[in-house]
T-cell receptor, first 118, second 114 residues
């Protein structure tokens, strides 16, 4: 079953508003979570690396003031898209790194969140 | 800048045949290599991971890694229509891809023809 849960799975918001996406590791502690964005027919692009208790590390070209990331606990990271615009419409996916290896795979992906800004 | 290259396809393979998916990467210090399957509108799911040169088999799937050539491939034997999806190659600089996230290719769209 899913070990990383994202919520909401789909959200529609008005241009200029903010929307928060949650990423939870369900049965393990995740010191590191990653946020990706995927536009239609494009690959997943890493946006930022979120470390519990510290500031997120953003990839080049990603606005940290627009995409606010909070990793307040070992099981929850949130991505807030502030002042959203239609060009922010995308599929946002988080992944989490388990503290211990599990079946040889240390990274688990959430189900993704579709954001549509109208 | 790290790059992962894949042929976008579509790659069309008859049911029951072997599907061969290829990927090259630019960062020589890459240590971890992954193949993910992604259905339209869904999150990627891990198919295989490989960390050392050679072949790694898991059921119908075989991953092949050649670090000298910076090349990784995925073979799918006895292809089934349910294998039709986009296959993403991903690379990480750290063992297990744990520390610094993954760099993904654009994916190869695979179609298995019944």
């Amino acid at each position: 079953g899913a070990v990383v849960s994202q919520h909401p799975s789909r959200v529609i918001c008005k241009s200029g508003t903010s929307v928060k996406i949650e990423c939870r590791s369900l049965d393990f502690q995740a010191t590191t979570m990653f946020w990706y964005r995927q536009f239609p027919k494009q690959s997943l692009m890493l946006m930022a690396t979120s470390n519990e208790g510290s500031k997120a590390t953003y990839e080049q070209g990603v606005e940290k003031d627009k995409f606010l990331i909070n990793h307040a606990s070992l099981t929850l990271s949130t991505l807030t898209v502030t002042s959203a615009h239609p060009e922010d419409s995308s599929f946002y996916i988080c992944s989490a790194r388990a503290l211990r290896n599990r079946s040889g795979n240390t990274i688990y992906f959430g189900e993704g969140s579709w954001l549509t800004v109208v | 800048q790290k790059e992962v290259e894949q042929n976008s396809g579509p790659l069309s393979v008859p049911e029951g045949a072997i599907a061969s998916l290829n990927c090259t990467y630019s960062d020589r210090v890459s240590q971890s290599f992954f193949w993910y399957r992604q259905y339209s509108g869904k999150s990627p799911e891990l198919i295989m991971s490989i960390y050392s040169n050679g072949d790694k088999e898991d059921g119908r799937f075989t991953a092949q890694l050649n670090k000298a050539s910076q090349y990784v491939s995925l073979l799918i034997r006895d292809s089934q229509p349910s294998d039709s999806a986009t296959y993403l190659c991903a690379v990480a600089s750290s063992p297990g891809g744990g520390a610094d996230g993954l760099t993904f290719g654009k994916g190869t769209h695979l179609i298995i023809q019944p």
